[in-house]
């Protein structure tokens, strides 16, 4: 005979604790610098969209970076463009 369960109460407590945020899925810092200036453009719509990448150190392999593709939105973008350039140290959460 298979054993029944109520699911509903294990779903509510789940949701009643992402309901105050006490779950934090995913979360990632990086620190490296910028590998060239931001390219900004304006969307149809009028967004402001910068694109980069950035270059971070591996601690355990001397000499190898990694490259990860940045894109900024806005003000963000806006910013960006105005403060910091090619080989500016950023830190990304």
Known sequence: MV???????????ILEIMNKEEIIINRVN???RLTK???V???PSGTMVGKTSIA???KFKKEEAD???LIAFNKTA??????LGKG???GIE
């Open 3 to 13: 054993k029944q369960t109520n699911i509903i109460p294990s779903y509510q407590k």
């Open 30 to 32: 990086i620190i490296g």
């Open 37 to 39: 200036d931001l390219e």
């Open 41 to 43: 453009r304006t969307s």
């Open 56 to 58: 971070v150190n591996r």
């Open 67 to 69: 490259f990860i593709n």
């Open 78 to 83: 806006e910013l960006m463009s105005q403060y």
């Open 88 to 90: 500016s140290q950023v």
